[in-house]
């Protein structure tokens, strides 16, 4: 189990980092909480990301499971991060549960009508992991009714694969992630999937405001497993929709609301998503400087 003061390093580390560094302004941010688009970090920018999923069970506990994020514009085609992950099963214990390398390349170097982007992340994880960012394989609400006691003495390494195809037309973006994941305990690939579409609810104005159309970004987002090697399709799949929104705020600021229903019996019923994000640009250059200073 996890102490108080241990729970709280994760969003009080975020606080900190976001609190040095000086605002910057920047694109719109996507709502996406799922599903990926086609818009990776600026070269040298740092994004710091804590995020929060609450999920129903029908037979079991609900849960509450968190994760932060840091992302790094390596290139500006190339983008890495790292996930730090956790959960809270109501009358069971808090329990870390694991972590995760992400990388996504942009093959091509300008905007085209349709823009793949190639997604690598190795996890490291046990099987107590609720974080639920994505669905893959034959994964269902069942799988989530074992202790954490039990759950967090298996463990996984996973290799994630996904590809990308994001489209932005007349403010509009539209995106579709192609999954497959390998549990490298010799078990067959898993397959899953991701869509979504959003809009900005506004024209970007001349003016910086925090309290004004422009500043949100509404869409929706649909994802589910299907199934493995050995079968492939729906059965025994579960599947969800959720509306999202952004928050882009003019200090570099974003939050991120997503709820999402379960389509069938395989599903939860509802998990409710939440986050809050932080761009650094130059955080690269800041480092740099920072060493050079120090020889």
């Not at 195809?165 to 305990?185: D, E, H, I, P, Y």
């Not at 309290?211 to 299907?226: H, I, K, P």
Request: charged residues 20%; glycine residues 8%; negative net charge.
């Amino acid at each position: 189990m996890i102490s108080a003061s241990r729970k709280s390093v994760f969003p009080l580390f975020f606080v900190t980092i976001s609190a040095i560094s000086p605002p910057f302004s920047r694109a719109q941010e996507t709502p996406y909480v799922v599903a990926y688009d086609h818009h990776l970090e600026e070269r040298g920018a740092l994004e710091v990301e804590y995020s929060s999923a609450f999920g129903t069970q029908r037979v079991g506990d609900d849960f509450h499971a968190f994760w932060t994020e840091f992302e790094y514009g390596a290139t500006n085609r190339w983008t890495t991060g790292v996930y730090l992950e956790g959960q809270s099963t109501f009358g069971q214990s808090t329990v870390f549960t694991g972590a995760r390398f992400e990388n996504r390349f942009l093959p091509l170097k300008d905007e085209h009508f349709l823009n793949p982007v190639l997604y690598v992340e190795y996890e490291r994880k046990n099987g107590a992991d609720k974080i639920l960012k994505e669905i893959e394989g034959h994964d269902t609400e069942s799988d989530f009714l074992t202790s954490n006691a039990q759950a967090r003495r298996q463990h996984i390494n996973e290799l994630e694969l996904k590809l990308i195809l994001s489209s932005t037309v007349r403010g509009w973006n539209f995106t579709q992630n192609t999954l497959a994941a390998k549990n490298l305990a010799n078990a067959p690939w898993e397959f899953g999937y991701a869509l979504g579409a959003s809009h900005a609810l506004g024209e970007k104005g001349s003016t910086p405001c925090s309290f004004c159309r422009q500043n949100l970004t509404a869409g929706v987002e649909m994802y589910g497993g299907l199934g493995d090697r050995h079968s492939f399709g729906l059965h025994d799949t579960s599947h969800y929709i959720a509306p999202v929104i952004a928050w882009s705020l003019p200090s570099d600021w974003c939050v991120r609301l997503s709820t999402g229903f379960g389509l069938n019996d395989n599903s939860h019923r509802v998990i409710v998503r939440w986050g809050v994000s932080r761009d650094i640009d130059g955080f690269g250059s800041m480092v740099r400087r920072l060493f050079a200073a120090q020889r």
